[in-house]
């Protein structure tokens, strides 16, 4: 199973940018998904949790301003995020838990300039 992100790039700090991540086949049942990220020079990450039944966690240095989202019939989540920073330039890996595997995407990257 392949878990491809997107939705990656270049923007400017106050744009706003919408990852996404889907499984190569269905991961039902699902239990949560969830992005990290992980900045150069920087240990990996939380960014939010999307849980089976709909309810969400967001980091604090995101809260407000990224929303996760999750589809797990179609094995697929999603990271709209708003007002991005310079801090938030990172790589962005997907992440889905089913009750007995976990599954990482490869990564899609997010460039924020000043």
Known sequence: VQLQASGGGLVQA???LKLS??????LLPVAAMAWYRQAPG????FVARWLSGGST????????RFTISGDDAESAVY???NSLKSEDTAVYYCNINTHSREYWGKG????VSS
């Open 79 to 81: 990271l709209q995020m």
């Open 42 to 45: 920087k240990q990996r990450e």
């Open 108 to 111: 899609t990257l997010v460039t």
């Open 57 to 64: 966690i967001v980091a604090g240095p995101v809260k407000g």
């Open 21 to 26: 991540c889907v499984a190569s086949r269905s």
């Open 14 to 16: 106050g744009e706003s």
